[in-house]
């Protein structure tokens, strides 16, 4: 989960440019502490402030917004029953699902992605706590920002085609084609035999992941794969437990001093940094409670970096959809070190911000469409590196 240590400049915007917001809460103080901080933001605003989900049903053409901030439990119809309802009346809808870190909201918020949610952020325990209740003010503002213009970019272009759901892998309106990239960022994968997978993944990570771990079982049965998704506590315990029932493979939190081994999938815990470290002829998980870095925690960076010690050149990496530029850093140790980074292309990206941010920086093999992937990954570690 992200800690935010500065602000974030922003451009200034019309009436007409701001994202439009829609705040779905049974608690006034929720309500009213979301709709302040939307409030001070120079690019969005706050349409309408609800006490139900039947609420958000009844009066979502009204109000016409961009992005829903959808509490789970609520009165008289709670957020995951609201959900498809909001989107059977605006298929573009963007849905950021609000719930407390218990195991039940974990597992809600996850189902709600799948039923096509675009996001979901943690609530505080408390708001009373000062630390806490700002990690979710800069999490929840930075999430409709990135979401809400990408959803205003594509209406314009409606007339094209349809609005698709988050996570389909066929481009997006409103949104230039993957091929133009993709000749700027090529370069040769590294010449040795990799013997570790690594991903990294935030928003729109969790149905990434779930795709890709599907199609991906003959890599799995030969190295070890070992994942960080920005997501915190229990929440990383549940999408693990999902990993596991898709891949057919196990897959587990990593725990600190556990030998990694093939045939295994190793999730950061929510709230640690995930390393790897040499002990004797093992290669180890190292947990570490630092800082966040790049105002997360877990992050990727951390992961690929501490790699290199075990692996040096013998490393595939993977960077999917998700805000921010975590993994580019670590991506290009990584490729100085001979090894390969893959990127996600940005049509089928819920957000292109950190596998853009690796195109850009010059440093991938491929970048390609989520269902292409897996494919690629299974040539390139049966020998083919093409």
């Known amino acids: 989960?992200?800690?935010?240590?500065?602000?974030?400049?922003?451009?200034?915007?019309?009436?007409?440019?701001?994202?439009?917001?829609?705040?779905?809460?049974?608690?006034?103080?929720?309500?009213?502490?979301?709709?302040?901080?939307?409030?001070?933001?120079?690019?969005?605003?706050?349409?309408?402030?609800?006490?139900?989900?039947?609420?958000?049903?009844?009066?979502?053409?009204?109000?016409?917004?961009?992005?829903?901030?959808?509490?789970?439990?609520?009165?008289?119809?709670?957020?995951?029953?609201?959900?498809?309802?909001?989107?059977?009346?605006?298929?573009?809808?963007?849905?950021?699902?609000?719930?407390?870190?218990?195991r039940r909201n974990a597992e809600i918020s996850l189902k709600a992605l799948s039923l096509g949610a675009s996001d979901y952020i943690p609530k505080p325990e408390s708001t009373r706590e000062a630390t806490a209740a700002e990690t979710f003010r800069h999490d929840l503002i930075q999430k409709i920002r990135h979401l809400g213009a990408k959803a205003r970019r594509s209406t314009v272009h409606t007339a094209v085609s349809p609005p698709l759901a988050p996570g389909h892998d066929k481009p997006r309106?409103?949104?230039?084609?993957?091929?133009?990239?993709?000749?700027?960022?090529?370069?040769?994968?590294?010449?040795?035999?990799?013997?570790?997978?690594?991903?990294?993944?935030?928003?729109?990570?969790?149905?990434?992941?779930?795709?890709?771990?599907?199609?991906?079982?003959?890599?799995?049965?030969?190295?070890?794969?070992?994942?960080?998704?920005?997501?915190?506590?229990?929440?990383?315990?549940?999408?693990?437990?999902?990993?596991?029932?898709?891949?057919?493979?196990?897959?587990?939190?990593?725990?600190?001093?556990?030998?990694?081994?093939?045939?295994?999938?190793?999730?950061?815990?929510?709230?640690?940094?995930?390393?790897?470290?040499?002990?004797g002829i093992d290669a180890t998980i190292a947990l570490d409670d630092g800082p966040p870095v790049n105002f997360c925690k877990p992050a990727v960076d951390p992961m690929f970096t501490s790699a290199i010690d075990v692996w040096q050149g013998s490393i595939m990496s993977v960077i999917l959809t998700g805000m921010g530029s975590d993994g580019m850093r670590g991506g290009k140790d990584i490729v100085a070190a001979g090894g390969s980074v893959i990127a996600q292309d940005e049509a089928s990206s819920v957000v292109w911000g950190m596998p853009g941010a690796a195109v850009n920086a010059g440093i991938c093999a491929a970048v390609l469409p989520l269902n292409q992937i897996a494919s690629k990954l299974v040539r390139v570690f049966a020998g083919d590196r093409s």
């Open 1 to 102: 989960m992200s800690v935010a240590l500065t602000s974030t400049a922003v451009p200034t915007s019309t009436r007409s440019d701001k994202v439009r917001v829609m705040v779905v809460d049974d608690s006034v103080v929720i309500r009213g502490m979301i709709s302040r901080w939307i409030g001070a933001e120079p690019d969005m605003e706050v349409v309408a402030s609800l006490r139900t989900g039947l609420d958000a049903v009844n009066q979502l053409e009204r109000f016409n917004p961009d992005v829903a901030v959808l509490d789970i439990e609520m009165p008289d119809l709670d957020g995951i029953s609201a959900l498809p309802q909001l989107l059977a009346k605006k298929r573009d809808l963007v849905i950021i699902m609000a719930s407390t870190l218990t």
């Open 173 to 279: 309106p409103g949104l230039p084609p993957a091929a133009a990239p993709v000749q700027v960022a090529r370069r040769s994968f590294g010449l040795l035999q990799p013997k570790v997978l690594l991903i990294g993944s935030s928003t729109g990570g969790p149905q990434a992941l779930m795709t890709l771990v599907a199609e991906i079982g003959p890599v799995i049965d030969r190295v070890p794969v070992l994942i960080t998704q920005h997501m915190p506590p229990t929440f990383t315990t549940i999408l693990a437990e999902h990993l596991a029932r898709t891949s057919k493979r196990p897959a587990h939190e990593g725990i600190d001093g556990e030998s990694i081994k093939p045939g295994r999938i190793y999730l950061a815990p929510g709230g640690r940094h995930m390393r790897i470290a040499r002990h």
